[in-house]
């Protein structure tokens, strides 16, 4: 049986896929001018809050998407220090710090 560290890998693996997916797919709609089918930056920002954040910034890298809005970049980065800080002070408390 996988242990509580395998699985929350699996999962965060999981998410990132979802997230690079969503960005991608974004970016097509947007492309294709179907900006009704687009998916929300709520969701995507929610998809990077929930540990898919590399994901999101690998996609907003590949694709150049979501590079120029400034309150989704600011959102992005924020969710992204702030997971930062969780996983350095997680990471202190763990190693008995």
Request: aromatic fraction near 12%; proline fraction near 3%; charge should be positive.
């Amino acid at each position: 049986m996988p242990d509580l560290f395998q699985l929350i890998l699996v999962a965060l693996g999981c998410v990132n896929l979802a997230a690079f997916i969503m960005f991608w797919t974004d970016k097509r709609l947007a492309q294709a001018g179907r900006s009704r089918q687009r998916i929300s930056e709520r969701h995507l920002l929610m998809l990077a809050f929930f540990g898919g954040t590399p994901g999101a910034y690998a996609a907003r890298s590949l694709f150049r998407h979501k590079t120029r809005k400034q309150p989704f970049v600011r959102n992005l980065h924020a969710i992204a220090i702030l997971q930062a800080v969780a996983l350095a002070v997680g990471g202190g408390w763990w190693l008995g710090g």
